[in-house]
């Protein structure tokens, strides 16, 4: 019987825990103020007010297209606005909101399927 190989993890940045309000990743390096992320980099983000999110905020995401913005609201689950959902959608981009905690569980599940997928994580 042929021994069982694993396949090689998925390129990119994964959260590998939390630190106060931010994400540790894998590096060791923290992002406190929110956390923006492609399939192949992490980048640290101001993040603003959820209820101030704008496409705007996430456009660096969206090029090239993903499968789906993740979206962290922080500690809590919270609703973006209705105007910054519906202009991702317009671009073909569905959005899956989530607290921030989960949202970044969720996103090492994925990146491990090799989904090539965004996310943008509010502070804790």
Known sequence: MPALEREPPAGGPIVRGFAGRGFRLGDDAIYPDGLLMTW???TAWTAPPLDALTEADVAALLVPPPEFLLLGTGPSL???PAAFTAALEARDVGVEVMDSRA????WGVL???GRQIVAA???L
């Open 40 to 42: 192949e980099r992490a």
């Open 78 to 80: 919270r609703r973006p």
């Open 103 to 106: 949202a970044a569980r969720l």
């Open 111 to 113: 990146r491990g399927e």
């Open 121 to 123: 994580l509010l502070p």
